[in-house]
């Protein structure tokens, strides 16, 4: 029985975007698990998460917050909801599989998405806009009214511009130049933070590099740039996750 | 030949006080390293450093900090500063002895420091107005001019009182409540991250521990709540680390 994985849907022809969704993907593809992709649109995330009886571990302003991804197994009758504490139920529950967190490290890698993201908040600003045109029109009201919110501005606005955005483009350089520094500590025994075999770390940076990828183009000045960072480590950490990549 | 370990002498017994230099401290006691302690008051430290050769990976407004720990080792002629770093150089350096770093994990616990020291910020104003009446006259006078001059403030004034101080510590357990998360992912392994042995991320824990011992005292009322908190997991966690503790 197929575990189903709820993401939600761009009009790329790739359909996946999301970096949260993605790291779960790559996590799938990694164990090797049988799957399906249900599509889920923005406003259809909150009814479905509460059918399932699913709410991320995050809540925004003490409330439940209802994101993806999520998955429904049915050959245990679980559904779980949040990429960190759904990589934890897959290494329990198909321990013959590759482990996502092997050797005992889920807490040691629990903290890396904070600090991976908190060096990468400049990027958010070149991604977010870009966003609603490649959705689907009702998740594109639904993202661009609840963002709006949030931000407080246009998306539009977000977006750096001139001057600016050379000095933001540099500090994503700089935050990925951290995250090359951890990845340079395996000794080069191989594009990923343990050496040839990905984890967690490495699926939470890859799927920002899934969605850089989705937001600007892979003909986009940035991701050129990115390739071309650090000595070809992000080029090499791409290619390397690209086995891992299948969307079914 | 013995590794020369450079740290800040305090007046209290043990010595011994930093939460930095006694993640070193716990690395050479882990890997049972012959070394023997030099104790550097705060003005000597710069000095000391400029004639190693060594300065922090850290550097303050652009320029270096000079900081401890350092270490000299020399069966290689190797001086090093900065406890991360001291620590790859040790497991590197000697890699039949237990790992700080096992299965790889450098740059997975890269990060750790950071995102746990980030959860600890609170405790700070706790801890660094303590500092002074332990300090020796001459590094007292030196800490208390660099830190208000860092702060804007007298030191004194950093404490938190009354309501806010109720408010502040209560922070300090939600900082210390996640870390007890990352800890239970090791699924009741051990009182560790990875599970019975301790590695950096660990080490990094007790730094702060043995700091918070130091500067608020055994017989304090917040050194029990600590002991209280997280189902006993502080004492339990604390209790493990007692054998790499000596200082010599």
Redesign the interface.
């Known amino acids: 029985m197929k575990i189903i994985f709820y993401d939600i849907p761009s009009r790329l022809p790739l359909k996946a975007w999301s970096p949260n969704t993605w790291k779960t993907r790559y996590c799938l593809n990694f164990k090797g698990l049988p799957y399906q992709t249900e599509w889920v649109e923005y406003p259809d995330i909150e009814p479905l998460c509460k059918k399932l009886g699913v709410s991320s571990a995050r809540t925004v302003d003490g409330t439940h917050s209802y994101t993806l991804p999520a998955i429904h197994d049915p050959s245990t009758g679980v559904s779980i909801a949040n990429s960190f504490d759904i990589a934890?139920y897959l290494d329990k529950t198909y321990p013959n599989t590759p482990l996502i967190?092997?050797?005992?490290?889920?807490?040691?890698?629990?903290?890396?998405a904070?600090?991976?993201g908190s060096n990468m908040r400049p990027l958010l600003n070149f991604l977010i806009p870009t966003e609603c045109e490649k959705l689907n029109p009702r998740s594109s009201e639904y993202f661009r009214r609840t963002r709006e919110r949030t931000f407080g501005k246009k998306l539009e606005d977000l977006a750096p511009q001139g001057p600016d955005r050379v000095r933001e483009w540099a500090k994503v350089e700089r935050g990925l130049g951290k995250a090359d520094?951890?990845?340079?500590?395996?000794?080069g025994?191989g594009p990923f933070?343990?050496?040839t075999t990905p984890?967690w770390?490495d699926f939470v940076i890859g799927g920002y590099m899934a969605w850089i990828k989705s937001a600007l183009g892979e003909e986009s000045e940035e991701w050129k740039d990115i390739a071309s960072w650090h000595d070809g480590r992000w080029k090499m950490f791409i290619e390397g996750l690209k086995k891992y990549e299948n969307v079914v």
Chains 1, 2 share one sequence.
């Open positions: 934890e967190f092997p050797h005992n490290t889920a807490g040691l890698q629990a903290p890396f904070l600090a991976f520094a951890w990845l340079r500590k395996n000794g025994s933070m343990l050496g984890c770390a």
